[in-house]
Each structure stands twice: as C-alpha cells, then as structure tokens.
C-alpha cells in the first residue's frame, strides 16, 4: 500500500469509543442490519448461524478504537459518523434515488444556480451558449451538475431534500451503508484528513496510517471468540490485519468463508460459479442414471413427504402420525385418511383445489396437544369410537429404578438409516410434490415459462423407487461413510442432543437424515473443494429428518431449514428435497466485498491459548448464552470431519465441548478469566479490548466486573446499543434485545485504595460523566436536528461504566487483593466485597438520573415504581417510545414487574399507562405501587379527569395515603407530584394535565380542621 506515514503519535491518546459513540444512531442502524435477515452480507454463507453480531456495530468498535478522542469532541463525532456513513451527505447517496438536477431546481432556492449546474437548450451541443438561469423555466432545457463541483458540494445540496424525520426514520427508508460502500464515502476524506492528520483516501489506507501512530504498524485485530466471523470480516474490510479463532470448527469454516468467498477477488467468485454450476450437474445426471426422481412420463419430484407410523395400542391399527392433514394451503392440498379395516391400516388420499370448509377441517391432524409443551396424543377413531394414547405412552416413556429416564425405543445402530421393521417408530412416504415444465402453447407469443407442480398420493411405483433408494444405501453407506462422504459420528447426550435418541432412538448423526437425502448431500459431499462446502452445508441444513415442512410457504410449500429453530427437534413429519430443489441451494448468491492488503488467519483454538501479540481484541463470547453451539454444530462436523478440504484439514474436526465456555456459574467464571487474562498477555500498553454482551441481568455487572478485575484489564467506557426486537410469545409482546460493549484497557501498576476513599471518587467519576455527555448533547442539538446523541439509558449505562472504570483501576481495595477477591467462589446468599461495591457503584450512577422538577431529597425517598413512572414520563414527554428504556430503566429501579404499568409494550411505540387507564387497578397490597403516594395521585388525577367532587377526591386521597391528614410532608409531596404530572402530561394528555392542576390547587388551599 502506498499510505504515506504520517509521523504524529497517537500512542498515548485515548480512542474515541472510550469518550463518547452514537449510540442512538448506530442503534437504529444495527437494527435496521438484522432485520435485513438474508440479505445480510454474511448469511448465504450459512444461514443457520444463530447470533451473527451486526457489521455495523463491529466497525464502530473497530473504528471507536482506532480513532483519538480529541480535545475537539463535536468534530471527534462528525468525523465518526461520516466514516460511518451516518451523516446527511451519505445519506444523500443512501437515499433510494438520488433527485435529478431538475427536481433540485424546482425544489430548492439556490442562490447561484451556475455554481452548480450547467444548462443547454434541449437538442443543442452542450458547447453551446449556456442557458439564462434568470429565466425560471427550464423546460426544453437539459440540466446537468457541474463537471467540476466537488462530490461534497453536490451531496450538500442533494441533502436538503431529505425528509426532515427522525434518524431512525431516516435510516428505514434508506439504504445500509454497505450496501452502497464503493461511493458512499467518496466526500468524507479531505474533512476526515484534516481533523486526524492522515492522508487518506480509503479505509485501508486511513486504517493503516492511525495504526502505524497509534501501535507503529498496521493494526493487529482479533476475536478469539469469532463464531460466523461478524468481527473478523469487518476488521479485514477495514485493512486490519486479523486473527480470528474459535473453539468450534464450523465457526473457523464460516469466518474462513468470509474472507475467502465473500472477501474474496472477482475470480475467484467467477471460478466459484463455475464450480458450483458443474456439481450441481454432476449430481443431477448421476440421480437422473438411478431413475429414482422421476415418473417416467415427464414428471420429476420436487418434495417427498414423510410421517412417523405407528401401531396403536388400543386396536392393532397402523396410524400415520400427522399433526395436520394440510399438506398446501396455498394449493389447497389435504390428506385424508381412509380406513382399510382389513389391513388395519390407512391409505393417504390426496386432494387439491378443495373448498375453504375442507381446508379448515383438515387443520386436526391425527396427533394433537392440549397447549404449548404439553405432551401429544394419537387420535383416530375406529367403527364410530374415538381412541387416544399420548405419544409418550406409545414410547414407553418410564422412570428406571435409579430415578433417570426409559423408554422402549429401540436404539439405532451404526448400519441403520431407516426404521426397523419391529421398530416402535416406523417412517412412511405419504404424498409427492411433482412437477413438470409448463407445456409450451400453440401460438408463438406465448413460451410459457417456468414449472406446473402437483401434489400426489403414493403409487406402488413411488414405492417401487423407494426401495431402489433404500438398495443404493445398503450397498453404499459404509464406504462412503469410511470416505467421509456421510457422517459416521455418534450423538453425544447433552441439552440440545439427548432428546434425539430418548425420542427417536437415533445414535449417530447420519440417523438425521432419510436415505434420499443421505443420498443427494453424500453426493454433493464428494467434492473436496473448499468452496462448495458452504452449498453443502445448506443443503444439509434445508433437507433432513429435522426439516419441517412448512405448508403455508410459497410454491406451495417450503422444506424449512433445521436451524430455523433453536433446539434440534425430531419431528413427527417432515419434507424432503428431491436433487433439484435441494441443490438449488449450491448456487446460492453470496455478496462480493473483495478484500484488501491486510492478512488474515482462521483457527480452531480456545480462547485461553492465544500465542500472537494483538493491538486490539474484539470479542462476543458465549456469556450465558441459549445457544449450546458446541452441541447443534456436530450437525455439521458430522459431515466434513473425516475428510475436511485441505484448506480445513490442519482445524481440529471436533466441537471439543468440555473446551467450551458455558453457563453463568464458577466454572463459567474461571474460563472466562483465563481467557481474557490471556489476550491480556497477548495485548501491548496501549492495546485497547471491547467485550460484547447481551444486556441480561443486574448481577451480570458484577459478574463481568469481576473477571474484568482479575483479567488484569480496566474498564474505561462502557455503551449500549438496541440490535433487534424479538418476539416473545408467552408475554404475546416485542423485546429489545441489546448489546453492552464494555472498553478496556491493561491495568498498569498496582494502585490501592480505602472503600471510604472509593465512595467519593465514584460519585465524583459519575457525575462527572453524566454532565459531561448531557453536555455534549445539548452541543450537539444544534448539529443533529434536534436529536440527543444520549438518551438517558445510554447516560445511565454510561454511568455505569464511570462508576466501573473507578473500581477496576485499583489492585487492592482495603487491603484485600482484588483479583484474588473477584474469583473467590460464591457461597450462596451471601453478598460479596466486590458484589457490595458494584451494587453501591450502580446505585449512585441511578441517582444522577432524577428527572427534571423532582427535588433530589424527594427523589431519594421514592419507591421503585414510583421513580420509574416519573423517570418514563418525562422520557415520554420528550418522545421517548422505545421499549429498551423502559426496561432498562425498570432493571436500573429494581422494579420486579414493569408490564402492570404501561399501556403498550411494542418495541418502538411503548408507553405508560395513564391515570385514566389505571382506574383503581395496582393499589393492592401486592402492588409495587401499593400505598405510595404517586398511586394515590394519579388515582385523584382520574376520578378529577371523571368529575368527581373535590372533597370526596381529597377524601380518597386521606384514605389512600398513610398519614395524609397528620404529616405535612405527604401533602407536600402530592403537590410536587400534581405539579410534575401537570408539566408532563401538557403535551401528551391535556386533560390529565388539567386534572392534575386542578388537584395541585385543591391540596396546596386544603384548609385542615
Ligand atoms: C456468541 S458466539 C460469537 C458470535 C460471533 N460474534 C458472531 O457474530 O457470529 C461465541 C462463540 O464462542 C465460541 N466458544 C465457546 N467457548 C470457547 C472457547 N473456550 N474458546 C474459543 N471459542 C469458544 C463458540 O463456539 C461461539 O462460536
């Protein structure tokens, strides 16, 4: 690279992310990535990742540390977001279209149109006598920019014609970044050069040139924790040098794939294309020779359906387990059962195009369930009489003598594929999805395109081809198992695995898939290319036992993928893709970002065994994650284990999971502190590290501030950013999730301190940060459309972060050992030294918060839910809505139930309940709202809002608060709170407000007897 070093140290200065982010901004912007879900950069290369951390989110971190926080922070931001794509003249470019040179003049006043434009009467050559601008009509007038108008000058100018919105608003109708990165920065880097001393004019360049003032070389990034490699590619985008590891090799493949595929040059991906369109005609013509796909008279299957059969109990019949009889809505396809009372069987009909009533009826399938988790039933009748067996009774589900749990099935071995005939489970072919190319009309103008598709019952034919099927594999399955073309692996017991062999009786992971399927990916699996395994793995995901067929897709249905889910599921039906629909997934399109200079390194490695000196590490680690990765993944490995490409050869093939961080408890303690005290080690003075987790519990602040502490690391910011709503339905409402991102730093020197002298310095180091980003907020306002930078979640957090920064600089704290301390077992109940600072820390970060016109004395003596009804009203008052803060604010208050006081809990249009909506609900005793003195208020505010009579109002209120007529300070108080309420509701209930106007008056001149 021809960067030009430019010899200013940044060695000793702080990164930007350790003084302020945009985190609102960047919140919007990561939200808007992960709802992007395909069209993500890095999904086709293995869609059944689960927790891909946005790009977006990992080049502000990347960026947040190689940046210098100035002493100019309002330029230290504008610079930022313009890198970031964040600023209006990118979203000129971001826009979906960008305004014609017309529409700029017909909409816009521009003072001197020449500066800007050039005009020729239409028809005319452009060398031609310019036109009159003075004239204010430009038809018959071709107008262009001026070829010599810079590209920021003509964004500013494109940039008035956005919509005045709000940014989250904004960034929904525009475009990602990425998704317009080769021009979306083009008008940044003379502004971006000036303010940083750099020279340049991409982010490799810029990249490398602050890493060589920062660490005297282009910048050494790592995750050690890289899973997809969300991290890992956007640090090699940047021009980082990157080293990514992870203990799972599927993670290793996935990063490796980024870099390779998606990072890789345009010929690589022609000669990729190539590839793939070769296997995928290789493995059709080999199925074609098996005549195993096609009926012989122009037909060729596209799904086959399968069921469980099993022989009920209680009359001998054989009854094909279906929980719905709907095989497509949109084809209005059913099954139905019909009874052959001598064979004690039932043959599946299958009809199309049946009525709407028809359609309804066949919703109840043969299996049913009481409610979500309950256990399934066999329900089919018999000569009028309707039997029902659960299915864990046809299991023979049982407790053994030494309490753990049987059943009858039997446990598959290594030679099985399908279900023996003596087997509990049996497995049965019930319907066929056909389809044929769509025959060409007589006349010319009409080739018809594309395909006719029918749904079939099974004939003895289909049958006949099954069994050429099941031969193939009787003959084939050891060697190609012995040549790693199939898996050959046993399933491990464990959360996510047990359930495979209690329910099904399945032992090796080669049991997940039916012998069509075993068939079709051994197939493709035969290439050792490394490319093409990222189609293979896909089309392992898409076509298994585990594949729910989903009857409402399009196309008349959909085989979903395995992972759709969280949990590996047996399913007691499911769809099976025929070679075409299955390897359609082979040519899936991946993004193409080829990459620049930097190197990049992939390996199968715990976190704790880091051996390469790293400027910065960047990681997201397992913390107490849902996701049993070391468990699902065997899936995969199952596959590519016994002959990885050579590209994957030197990667250890197994998920190692005693190797793997989990959980939330001390084991999970100790690991993590062996990991980070490693990339510790591996991390220069002045390397900076940011760890990534999802925003859980409270005690979680201890949790990470302990392994921070004995790390031998230092917290110096901390931010948090809204990713994604998820939907959760047994609350039947949205829930944001977030991430914290935690920055950090070595701790030099072994300082000391009294807990007397921390007390002090915390309070100081809050208040200090919290003034200092409501500061630049109100700097900023001017800047940013009247939009805070920080909303007070992102204060709060930040105050958080100050009161940690505090603690973790010290070594030894009253004489004890702080390291030693953080990792001393927890006895349970009992409250730690470190747990009694944190929670002090956090306390006094919360009483920064009080909102405005609540006295601070009074503020101190409010419950819980009264703080977070007059902390959320205030947000509200402001235009708040956004769920996160009502729930981090519910975490920051301690409030055990926050739902029971708001009206709304969407994502992004929550709100509070107001006085009126409240009624006389949550004044009971086991209320978080019982006997204070807000409930009370708002109880009078409502029966004012209804009329009431004002003495019986003032009456209630003598009633509902203790003490009221006795103690003067009560009725104080329900003055300030009237008054508050008053100024709040102005804008959002005016007739509340009123009402709580008129109850000020009416206490404040309340003459007691
Ligand atoms: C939360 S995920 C990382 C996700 C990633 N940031 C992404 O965007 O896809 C955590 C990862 O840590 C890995 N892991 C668990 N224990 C590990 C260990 N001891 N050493 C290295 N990696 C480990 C898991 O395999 C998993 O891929």
Sequence with gaps: MSSKVVPFSLKDAHSLIERLLPVQKLSAEAYKEQMAVHGKTLTALGSYWKGR???????ACILGCLLPATEEPERDLAVFERLMGMDDESFAVRWKRRPKPKELLGALTIGRIADYFTAVPEGVLPTSAPVDWSNESYDGVKVAWREDLSELERRRLEAQMLPRVSYRERVDEARRPEEVQDTVHDHIWDEVNAHLRTDARSFPELVEQLGIMRFGHRPKVADTFCGSGQIAFEAARLGCDVYASDL???????????????????????????????????????????????????WRAKVFLYCVEVRCPQTEWMVPLLPTLV???????????????????????????????????????????????????LVHSVDGREYRTKVSTLRGDHKRPDGSNGNRLRLWEKEDFKPRPDDIFQERLYCVQWMRPKKERGDESSHLKGNDYEFCAVTAADMMRERMVEAFMVEHLADWQKNGWLPDMRIEPGVETTRLFRERGWTHWH????????????????????????????????????????????????????????????LLNYGCRASTYATDLMAGEFKSFPMGSGSVSVNTQPANTLASLQDILITDPPYGDAVKYEEILEFFIAWLRRSPPTEFSNWVWDSRRALAIKGEDE??????????????????????QIIMFTHQSGSIWADMAGIVWASGLRVTAAWYVATEAEKRIQEGSSHVKGTVLLVLRKRLGTEKTTRDELAWEIQEEVERQVSDLAGLNQEAKGLYRDENVFEDADIQMAGYAAALRVL??????????????????????????????????????NQCLVPRGIAEGRWKKLQPAER???????????GVKTLDNYQNFAKAFKVRDFRVLMASSKANDARLRSAVEFGRNEMSEGSEFHQSVLRAVLYAVMEIAKDVDGLEVLAHLGFNIPNYLSDATQREMVVELADYLAKRLEGLRPEEASAARVLRELVGNQRLG
Excluded at 533 to 541: A, E, I, L, R, T
Excluded at 667 to 688: H, I, K, L, S, T
Excluded at 822 to 844: C, N, Q, S, W, Y
């Design 511 to 570: 049991h997940l898939f039916n012998p069509r399927q075993l068939l079709v990916a051994g197939l493709m699996n035969q290439s050792r290319e490394a490319r093409l395994k990222f189609g293979v793995m896909q089309v392992v995901n898409a076509s298994s036992r585990l594949s729910r067929w989903n009857q409402s897709g399009g196309g008349g249905g959909i085989v979903a993928g395995v992972f759709d889910n969280q949990a590996l599921n047996p």
């Design 327 to 377: 095989v497509s809505k949109g084809y209005r396809v059913i099954a139905q059962l019909v009874p052959d009372p001598k064979a004690k069987r039932y043959h599946v009909e299958i009809r199309s195009n049946v009525t709407d009533a028809d359609l309804h009826a066949a919703e109840e399938g043969s299996v049913r369930s009481e409610g979500r988790g309950q256990d399934p039933y």
């Design 808 to 845: 973790t600089r010290y070594s030894i704290i009253d004489g004890r050992d702080m390291t030693a301390e953080a990792i001393r077992p927890r006895v349970k109940g009992e409250t730690t030294f470190v747990d009694g600072l944190i929670t002090f820390a956090v306390d006094t970060a």
């Design 53 to 59: 951390k946005p790009l977006i989110l990992n080049k």
């Design 248 to 298: 799972n090799p599927i993670a290793c493949m996935l990063t490796w794939g980024a870099f390779h595929i998606v990072g890789g040059s345009k010929e690589s991906r022609v000669q990729l294309a190539r590839d793939q369109q070769d296997l995928i005609r290789r493995v059709r013509a080999q199925i074609d020779d098996l005549g195993i796909e096609s009926d012989g008279a122009g």
């Design 868 to 878: 977070f009804y007059l902390k959320m009203l205030d947000l509200e008052s402001r």
């Design 667 to 688: 084991g999970f303690r100790r690991e993590m502190v062996g990991a980070y005290q490693r990339m510790n080690e591996c991390m220069p003075d002045q390397g900076v």
